[in-house]
């Protein structure tokens, strides 16, 4: 029986070695895609150990100060993205800005808007027209006014072409804020925003279509109104959505570095704990 325990025990203690081996033979090679800078497979190396050899806990214990640094290696690699990209995007922004005039009011607003010279409310007193703007961030909007007579109680827009194509948003509630309506003089009053993802759609619709189409903008969800959009209308949201794409496209830059940059004090604070 003593004879039996103790060629069991030789075994598992074979068997041990050979798992530490297999471990550390996996470090290694994880060590090496961190060293080429092939961070996300140096991860997948490290995680593949955690897993297969839960046993080995020095070993387990060097892939974790691994995987900070690889996770620091990865977090500076995309602050050097950021840097190398965020240049030619500001010289994007600073040639599309031209044909927008900056609206902020430093008492109410936090953030502040870009609206395409003609688009500006000075212009369009008491008439139905469509708007569009974007803020600092890259949050594109587009606006169908309605000035009448009597209400229409619209809710939605439509954009269409003679040819069958069309886009369209999705229903805004009437809520007071970005669905509102009121009367003056007489006439009323709409105004429905359509932000962010309600508005992609039909700004993406103007942006791709032949500029020579006559486009059709229906206000839907209430009595039927509708109106033609001029070219310059098509240029403004056309200009908007180049626009908006940039400037959301710089805001998730800032976020991303900032976010890296906030990682790499973290994992420098842990890694100095650990020495």
């Known amino acids: 029986?003593?004879?039996?325990?103790?060629?069991?025990?030789?075994?598992?203690?074979?068997?041990?070695?050979?798992?530490?081996?297999?471990?550390?033979?996996?470090?290694?090679?994880?060590?090496?895609?961190?060293?080429?800078?092939?961070?996300?497979?140096?991860?997948?190396?490290?995680?593949?150990?955690?897993?297969?050899?839960?046993?080995?806990?020095?070993?387990?214990?060097?892939?974790l100060t691994l995987m900070r640094l690889t996770e620091r290696g990865e977090s500076e690699q995309n602050i050097a993205f950021c840097d190398s990209l965020m240049p030619i995007r500001i010289n994007e922004l600073e040639n599309l800005k031209k044909g927008f005039v900056f609206e902020k009011d430093p008492?109410?607003?936090?953030?502040?808007?870009?609206?395409?010279?003609?688009?500006?409310?000075?212009?369009?007193?008491?008439?139905?027209?469509?708007?569009?703007?974007?803020?600092?961030?890259?949050?594109?909007?587009?606006?169908?006014?309605?000035f009448g007579g009597s209400p229409i109680n619209h809710t939605g827009l439509k954009f269409s072409t003679n040819n069958n194509m069309f886009a369209e948003t999705p229903a805004i509630a009437?809520?007071?804020?970005?669905?509102?309506?009121?009367?003056?003089?007489?006439?009323?009053?709409?105004?429905?925003t359509y932000k962010g993802d309600n508005c992609k759609e039909v700004a993406n619709f103007i942006s791709i279509i032949d500029e020579k189409l006559r486009v059709k903008a229906e206000y839907t969800g209430g009595k039927p109104y509708s109106l033609y959009l001029s070219d310059n209308d098509k240029k403004a949201i056309k200009a908007t959505y180049e626009l908006a794409s940039v400037l959301s496209e710089?805001?998730?830059?800032?976020?991303?570095?900032?976010?890296a940059e906030k990682k790499i004090m973290l994992i420098d604070e842990k890694l100095k704990n650990t020495n």
């Open 1 to 63: 029986m003593k004879i039996v325990i103790g060629l069991l025990f030789i075994a598992a203690l074979v068997a041990s070695c050979g798992e530490r081996k297999e471990a550390q033979k996996m470090l290694n090679e994880a060590k090496v895609l961190y060293e080429n800078k092939q961070f996300a497979a140096a991860k997948i190396a490290i995680d593949s150990i955690n897993i297969l050899y839960p046993k080995e806990i020095e070993v387990r214990k060097e892939a």
């Open 107 to 146: 008492e109410y607003d936090d953030i502040g808007n870009f609206i395409w010279r003609t688009m500006t409310i000075e212009r369009n007193v008491e008439r139905s027209y469509i708007r569009c703007g974007v803020n600092e961030d890259g949050e594109m909007y587009i606006t169908s006014l309605y």
């Open 174 to 192: 009437y809520d007071g804020g970005v669905n509102y309506r009121f009367k003056d003089n007489g006439n009323t009053s709409e105004v429905v």
């Open 250 to 259: 710089i805001t998730a830059m800032k976020k991303e570095k900032e976010k």
